[in-house]
């Protein structure tokens, strides 16, 4: 019973971590569709976000299925805890796919980049993709350092999510730039959700090695906003980005 429990739980892991895969490839996609943004490149993303959610949800409801039929060990239940989480993140990175998606579909492309605030968009998509990836090969292989060295990683996504939101700030710009910029700032807030996600994958790996759940940081917590040209001396900013409740 038990090693047939083990079998089942190894199957579900193996597919779970498969169909995450395709996730970091999803976001170098979507590096290119913020620079050059079509329609077709909307619904394509669209589709690979709902496939991904109804994906996760079916490997949640497996391991709940699991759960209910026999009761693991202590280092089975450790792995189960962890794939479900894991089946959780997939569902909300899907969510901020479609978020993403529903930005491109009402952006005009003829509209200019004032801003130049897509570069950056572009930037992050490919640094999150290399960041979840990271944490998924850590997952899979319990490599305890590359996990904990995925938060460090985080900081340079946070950096470029306010880079374009400042940017956006500063714009002084027609309303339809204004308007492109502001959609940006919404797409980058997306990327900065899919770059904690990677950190939690991370944290899971963590646990499966240690046995003890740590944070490696509070994402809920903003980070301390930095300081502009102009701004005097031990002055922050007033304004921040908008925070995930």
Do not use: C
């Amino acid at each position: 019973m038990a090693d047939a429990f083990a079998s089942q739980l190894n199957e579900v892991q193996e597919r779970l971590l498969q169909e995450l895969a395709t996730a970091p490839v999803t976001l170098s996609e979507i590096a290119g569709a913020v620079i050059s943004p079509s329609p077709e490149g909307a619904v394509a993303l669209t589709k690979k976000a709902r496939a991904l959610r109804t994906f996760s949800r079916t490997i949640d409801i497996d391991l709940l299925a699991l759960t209910a039929a026999g009761v693991p060990v202590s280092e089975e239940l450790r792995l189960l805890v962890a794939l479900i989480q894991l089946a959780q993140r997939g569902a909300l990175i899907a969510n901020q796919f479609e978020l993403i998606s529903e930005q491109l579909t009402d952006i005009d492309a003829s509209v200019s980049d004032r801003g130049q605030t897509a570069v950056r968009l572009a930037e992050m998509a490919r640094l999150a993709a290399i960041q979840l990836d990271h944490a998924l090969s850590a997952f899979a292989s319990l490599d305890l350092e590359s996990a904990r060295a995925i938060d460090s990683q985080d900081d340079a996504i946070d950096r470029l999510n306010r880079d374009v939101f400042e940017a956006t700030l500063e714009l002084d710009a027609g309303p339809d730039q204004r308007e492109l910029a502001l959609r940006h700032v919404l797409i980058a807030r997306s990327l900065e959700r899919i770059g904690d996600n990677a950190v939690d994958i991370a944290e899971q790996a963590a646990f499966l090695v240690t046995t003890e759940l740590q944070e490696f940081t509070d994402a809920s917590t903003p980070k301390p906003p930095r300081a502009r040209a102009g701004d005097p001396p031990g002055h922050a900013p007033g304004v921040t980005p908008p925070s995930t409740p």
